[in-house]
């Protein structure tokens, strides 16, 4: 149980174009969804933060106009990379939990997709 | 704000030997505190947690952790390295409530000689 899936694993894209990268929980709902990206031998960043049905929360310094992020259902999180240059390519990695319990005292595990690895020339 | 400190970016270990990577954190209040692993251009694996309960933790491939409160510490321990364990280690603290919070360390890279 909780598969978190990504798709696609591998992306080459042109200066200028929009990628758009999908993120699914197969086997539970997601109530939230993270999204992190990795630059090469360094350790994941998160990006922002997605509840099912509202808008994303960004982290400072993170573009929201350029790393559009819709979570649409509960087991589909899409982020969109809008006219990618040669800087954003990275590894981008996204995670899922489900909301099991609510409060200061719980927390809920966050399940891990296989990455989608960004190249833009 | 919650941090993670991985003093060790690279070590390197012959196979068969014990293992110890250092994780250090800073929180105000209960952490909750994970060891990940990650193969090259793979996403990340659980290996343990520890959320409450016995401070010494045991994980997936003969992989433990104890936290030690008094040291703000959370170190991955292995009695016996393979040459598959090889990979890059990340520690992590998450924060409570509903926003569920990871922020990670910058990584430990392993390195197994045979």
């Known amino acids: 149980g909780a598969v978190v899936s990504q798709h696609p694993s591998r992306v080459i894209c042109k200066s200028g174009t929009s990628v758009k990268i999908e993120c699914r929980s197969l086997?539970?709902?997601?109530?939230?969804m993270f999204w992190y990206r990795q630059f090469p031998k360094q350790s994941l960043m998160l990006m922002a933060t997605s509840n099912e049905g509202s808008k994303a929360t960004y982290e400072q310094g993170v573009e929201k106009d350029k790393f559009l992020i819709n979570h649409a259902s509960l087991t589909l999180s899409t982020l969109t990379v809008t006219s990618a240059h040669p800087e954003d390519s990275s590894f981008y990695i996204c995670s899922a939990r489900e909301l099991k319990g609510a409060g200061a005292s719980s927390y809920n595990e966050q399940f891990f997709g296989p990455g989608t690895r960004l190249t833009v020339l | 704000a919650q941090s993670v400190t991985q003093p060790d970016i690279h070590i390197t270990v012959s196979e068969g030997a014990s293992l110890e990577l250092r994780c250090n954190y800073s929180?105000?209040?209960?952490?909750?505190l994970f060891w990940y692993v990650q193969s090259p251009g793979q996403g990340l694996q659980l290996l343990l947690k520890?959320?409450?309960?016995?401070?010494l933790v045991q994980g997936i491939k003969g992989f433990e952790a104890e936290f030690k409160r008094s040291q703000s510490s959370f170190n991955l321990r292995k009695p016996s390295v393979h040459w598959s364990d090889a990979a890059e280690y990340f520690c992590a603290v998450g924060i409570t409530g509903t926003a569920s919070k990871l922020t990670f360390g910058t990584g430990t890279r392993l390195q197994v000689t045979l």
């Open positions: 086997d539970f709902q997601a109530t939230t």
């Open positions: 520890y959320f409450s309960g016995d401070t």
């Open positions: 929180y105000g209040a209960t952490p909750y």
